[in-house]
């Protein structure tokens, strides 16, 4: 199993940018596509963004298309979310998570290794 660890979260204002980093220990890290998730208190976890093996295809979820930028450098075995016009409701845990394949799925059950989160909050 992929171990990821998740670094870059913390407090911004609203209309700010973060970066998130995660970091994966297996030399395979390349063939497989990567996703963001995000979990706000008392709701379920989202799909936020998803990245294939080779990078060439990115997905996004409608409320942050336009804002959020994921990137990989398989060289490094790092996946990256880069997060712009931040808001408010962007507040979550965002995880970092390792798919069983080498295609983007947008569905928690398609991915097999999850970081341990970090957190993102956006102050109006």
């Known amino acids: 199993q992929e171990q990821l660890v998740e670094s870059g979260g913390g407090l911004v204002q609203a209309g700010g940018s973060l970066r998130l980093s995660c970091a994966a220990s297996?030399?395979?890290?390349?063939?497989?596509?990567m996703g963001w998730f995000r979990q706000a208190p008392g709701k379920e976890r989202d799909f936020v963004t998803g990245?294939?093996?080779?990078?060439?295809?990115?997905y996004y979820g409608d409320s942050v298309k336009g804002r959020f930028t994921i990137s990989r450098d398989n060289a490094k075995n790092t996946v990256y979310l880069q997060m712009n016009s931040l808001k408010p409701e962007d507040t979550a845990v965002y995880y970092c998570?390792?798919?069983?394949?080498?295609?983007?799925?947008?569905?928690?059950?398609?991915?097999?290794?999850w970081g341990q989160g970090t957190q993102v909050t956006v102050s109006s």
């Open positions: 998570a390792a798919g069983r394949t080498r295609l983007v799925v947008t569905n928690t059950a398609g991915f097999g290794s």
């Open positions: 297996r030399r395979t890290f390349s063939s497989y596509a």
């Open positions: 990245i294939s093996s080779s990078g060439l295809s990115t």
